[in-house]
Nanobody, 119 residues
């Protein structure tokens, strides 16, 4: 059974940093586009950052310059380094894996990790 396990969330003060990790099991990780999404209560789940199989990245405008997504194919893990956090970054963060060859048909979600930015 495919699993995506996120970790690294928590409570941080504005201006602080967190690093999220998502480790995948039972998939050929290097063939998957990996992404981080976030969702606030009552809102839709929005893309934060994605990284392609070749390492190309794209970011939501709201996090550009503050967040960095990276991947380690040997560890089956994708990371999200979040710096200069703001209260509006508070959300549940989800990891998503999409098969590059057929993302609509084959994709998986993690269970989510809470990030709270507050003084």
């Amino acid at each position: 059974q495919v699993q995506l396990v996120e970790s690294g969330g928590g409570l941080v003060q504005p201006g602080g940093s967190l690093r999220l990790s998502c480790t995948a099991s039972k998939i050929l990780f290097r063939l998957f586009v990996m992404g981080w999404y976030r969702q606030e209560p009552g809102n839709q789940r929005d893309l934060v950052a994605r990284i392609s199989t070749s390492g190309g990245t794209n970011y939501a405008d709201s996090v550009e310059g503050r967040f960095t997504i990276s991947r380690d194919n040997t560890a089956n893990t994708v990371y999200l380094q979040m710096n200069n956090l703001k209260p509006e970054d508070t959300a549940v963060y989800y990891c998503k894996a999409e098969l590059a060859a057929n993302p609509t048909a084959i994709n998986y979600w993690g269970q989510g990790t809470q990030v709270t930015v507050s003084s």
